[in-house]
């Protein structure tokens, strides 16, 4: 089993459509969660980090299950600029950063 | 852009050859990671540097080594290149190790690296 699992999608959605996405992870005593999101043939950039209580940025929010080990991202009103893929990034302890192989999205007009 | 600089962007190398790949840290940032991104895959740690010395590894082997100099600029190392090593080599610098600051990372542009 991976110790970061994300489903590989493509995800493909209209403009204007919800779209949620799903990590899990395997090591319980990890501690710190980001979203990335990367662009064919560029390098990641962080999207956000994802907190206990839940945290909001725009159209994005992300959420941490730690009870069930599973982080999401819901996009609301997806853009085609928003098209790219997302990674989710777990990290235990100090230094072990493990990427998701990450979910490709494609938005169409 | 992250401020974080990488060296060369692309790099074509011979089986058995060895290369070196350079990155220059976001400015505060004393912490560089390395990262390996094989096609359709996610970035794979490497190591991490931190204040000169590997504070941490992956599952790489021994052929693959780091440095990183006062400035915190850093160095990853790759000899007896095997075929399979051909990847996009990132590297992310952070305010600090660990999980210290929130833990965020943030990329260089990569080395696209081919071993023929």
């Known amino acids: 089993r991976k110790e970061v699992e994300q489903d590989p999608g493509p995800f493909n959605v209209p403009e204007g459509a919800t779209v949620a996405f799903n990590c899990t992870y395997s090591n319980s005593a990890s501690q710190s969660f980001f979203w990335y999101r990367q662009d064919c043939r560029k390098e990641p950039k962080l999207l956000m980090s994802?907190?206990?209580s839940g945290n909001e940025d725009g159209r994005f929010t992300a959420q941490l299950n730690r009870a069930s080990q599973y982080i999401s991202l819901l996009i609301r009103d997806s853009k085609l600029s928003d098209s790219a893929t997302y990674l989710c990034?777990?990290?235990?302890?100090?230094?072990?950063?493990?990427f998701g192989a990450g979910t490709r999205l494609f938005v169409k007009a | 852009e992250t401020g974080v600089t990488q060296s060369p962007t692309h790099l074509i190398k011979t089986r058995g050859q060895q290369v070196t790949l350079r990155c220059s840290s976001q400015?505060?940032?004393?912490?560089v990671s390395w990262y390996q991104q094989a096609l359709g895959q996610g970035p794979q740690f490497i190591f991490q540097y931190y204040r000169e010395e590997e504070n941490g590894r992956g599952n790489f082997p021994p052929r693959f080594s780091g440095l990183q100099f006062p400035n915190y600029s850093s160095e990853l190392n790759v000899n007896a290149l095997e075929l399979d090593d051909s990847a996009l080599y990132l590297c992310a610098s952070s305010a600090k190790p660990g999980l210290a600051g929130g833990g965020e990372q943030y990329f260089g542009p990569g080395t696209r690296l081919t071993v023929t």
């Open positions: 990034v777990v990290r235990s302890g100090g230094f072990k950063t493990i």
């Open positions: 400015s505060g940032h004393n912490t």
């Open positions: 994802v907190y206990s």
